[in-house]
């Protein structure tokens, strides 16, 4: 696929599930991809992107950003607690806050630099034990604790488990976004994309589609 290609998929799945043009926002996800695909991508006018290392894109976002200031850029990997004053002041949304430690220092650093980006809470809906995410069971105590914190909890994000049919995680995020308010939901990849809009997804994490494979191989979790 392509861009232009994946751009058709999103609007016609919108256009099935009779939600609005443009209601989902197409992350594209540049982790290990070489810069001129990057690059490539960003020349066609495509300005949200997605990184799962918060060294990674330190490495290389800065000047991506100089070249394109309107270019956004969204955390999707784990994040942790060293990096976090980092991550505050590159990524302009952050989908990943998944355990209390990262929210109260999200909190302070939030407090100390006077900012904070739309924060989304990661749900392990497989219960799987190599993934993060707070477990279902526990979303709305810890939505209610990040917002005691004043933390700008935006939505929800699942990574289903691969050998899952992933409908019955798209509900089920669906379903504790609801019953907690949160109108934007982070779920669906290059494979599964056009299945998570049907089931209400805000944004989608897309990386081979648009990218190719990737060069190398990345250790973080998969997140598109």
């Known amino acids: 696929m392509s861009l232009s290609q994946v751009s058709t998929e999103i609007l016609k799945a919108e256009r099935a599930s009779s939600r609005a043009e443009g209601a989902v926002e197409l992350i594209a ?12 991508v960003l020349n066609q006018g495509h300005r949200v992107f997605g990184e799962n290392r918060v060294q990674e ?34 990524f302009d949304c952050i989908h990943t806050v998944d355990r209390p430690k990262l929210a109260t220092t999200l909190a302070r650093l939030a407090q ?5 980006p739309p924060l989304f809470v990661q749900v392990n809906t497989g219960l799987e034990e190599q993934k993060a ?25 699942c990574i289903p488990p691969v050998d899952e049919e ?3 995680h798209f509900a089920l995020l669906a379903k504790l976004a609801k019953r907690n308010d949160l109108a934007q939901l982070s779920m669906g ?6 299945k998570a809009i049907s089931f209400g997804a805000t944004h989608v994490r897309v990386g081979s589609a648009i990218f190719g494979a990737r060069v190398s191989p990345a250790a973080a979790q998969p997140n598109e």
């Open 133 to 157: 995410g707070i477990t279902p069971n526990a979303v709305d105590g810890f939505v209610a604790d990040c917002r005691a914190l004043n933390l700008p909890i935006v939505g929800l994000m």
């Open 112 to 116: 100390e630099i006077g900012h904070c």
């Open 189 to 194: 990849m290059s494979g599964d994309f056009a």
């Open 57 to 90: 894109a330190e490495g290389k976002w800065p000047e991506f950003k100089s070249y394109c200031p309107d270019a956004k850029l969204h955390l999707l990997g784990p994040l942790q607690t060293n990096k976090a004053r980092t991550a505050l002041q590159l």
């Open 166 to 168: 992933a409908s019955m």
């Open 29 to 40: 996800v540049s982790k290990v991809q070489p810069n001129e695909r990057v690059l490539a």
